[in-house]
């Protein structure tokens, strides 16, 4: 992502709904510096508010003076959304940003930018798992699970590099399950233990358990999906047995067959069944038809199922991959914490979000809620830019560290540099 210079800035950006608020406009060169004795007219305007543009009458206008270099101004803003900010000198425009509102309950989470879904050398992937660590940290990430196939220990060698090293990513642990016999993969995240790992050394036991789960299928579930069905229950109940959260990926994955990895049918059912806590609504570049599970997601909503969404690169290699960095998730979370990125998902408080253009101009879509998307697209466009400068520099720093070219201090200090902004 190329930087866009901007003149001014104003902080903070995020604000509480109904309090007054004192904002600071800081000038980001020394070209900018506001002028003592200039008087300077700052605009108010609510981009939801219900403005009749022939003839304006809800926009704020105040008139400010710099003090020591920086203007300041006080608000109260009245309603949640995005606030047009506007600086001028005279009839010369100098700023035109934004600040976005927010009722209590959103306030308090934190936007937390992840990906719940990669690979690593250790299954399927190109890079060792502290590799992708930090070219993930590198594009923005605050959050990333490592979900090898079958294998859940890839993400513990990335605990181990940097171990005792205070960084600013949060790993969660993850595999991805797809038991003997059913091409139904599942994305366990979170768990304390490996579900693979019960089917790969304990087989027989694993057998008898899945012949007990076919003995309680649904009464109406068509024969043909019945062995797809049982094994997607076992799963799925073993991951939440061990405190995870089971995402359903990529249904519409052509794989060597040519033909979808799993009927339209049997994922309705799937998703209407309440074993799965999210849907991967967007994947990766090998799956170029996500706009049929979007349209999925909106029939099982309309049909009165709760279906959260994450997106998702299910990154393998980075050359030519167009869904990394460009597909991921904010999770509005109460704490950046596994349990905190697992409870947001769980609640719903989660987008799903996919870039297209170019470097030089992204353009991002955000699914989810209307209000959690409204404020996303706010972020997405005044938030994770610089935020993404800053944990870009701690990316390539990890990289070196985990080869021994690089010691701990300056990623720590990259690291608190973006835990304050």
Known sequence: MLPTPENYRVYPSVLPVGKTVTLTILAAELLYLPKEGTTYTLTVVAADGDENYYAPTQITELSLSAEEGVLRFSYTFPAEGTYRI??????????DTAVYALENDLYGLIPLKGDLHTHSRRSD?????AALAGHI?????????????NRRYPGEEIDETFAGLKVGFLRLPGEEVHAPKSPVHIVHVGGTTSVASEYIHYREKYEAEILAYEARLPADLPAEYAYRYARAMWATD??????GIAILPHPYWMPAANSVNLPTELVRRLLSSGMFDA?????????????RQLALWQEIRESGVRMPVVGSSDVHTF??????????TIAFAEEKTVEGILAAVKTGNTVAVEGTGTEYERHYRAYGSLRLVSYAQFLLRYFYPNATRIAAGEGVLLRAYAIGECDGAAIEALAAEAEAY
């Open 86 to 95: 506007r600086l001028a000198e005279g009839t010369v425009r100098l700023c």
């Open 279 to 291: 849907f991967e609504l967007l994947g990766a570049a090998h799956q170029p038809e996500n706009n």
């Open 238 to 243: 073993k991951i939440h047995a061990c405190g």
């Open 319 to 328: 050359k030519g991959a167009e869904s990394f960095p460009h597909i991921f």
């Open 125 to 129: 992937g190109a890079r060792d798992p």
């Open 137 to 149: 940290r590198e594009q923005g990430y605050d959050f990333f699970a490592l979900t090898d196939h």
